[in-house]
């Protein structure tokens, strides 16, 4: 049985608020959405949020509070770690765009 991507993009998200559980509901959906924010392609993180706009199915409340919030924010979001800055050097230099989890 194969899985869909937005089945992998749901699965990965819900695994991101599970790492949190153990932080205040608030916290936990505040974490999920910097990671999801900061770590995800641009690709996934606008497949993710049309199915939040499409009702949530399969989504963990945390998660759903997460993307609910990551929904409002704008622009792109800023280098994280030395390995994205490296990979931001090397990308702009070979006209490339490769900053995130999805390689």
């Not at 499409?54 to 989504?59: K, M, V």
Request: hydrophobic share 45%; net charge negative.
């Amino acid at each position: 049985m194969t899985r869909s991507t937005l089945d992998n993009l749901i699965y990965m998200a819900n695994q991101i608020g599970r790492e949190f559980a153990n932080q205040r509901a608030a916290e936990a959906a505040k974490a999920t959405c910097d990671h999801i924010w900061h770590f995800w392609d641009p690709r996934m993180r606008t497949m993710i949020l049309a199915h939040l706009r499409d009702g949530a199915a399969g989504l963990d409340p945390v998660v759903v509070s997460a993307l609910t919030e990551l929904d409002k924010t704008t622009g792109e979001p800023r280098s994280m770690t030395k390995a994205t800055k490296f990979n931001q050097a090397i990308d702009a230099a070979a006209d490339r765009d490769l900053m995130s989890d999805a390689g």
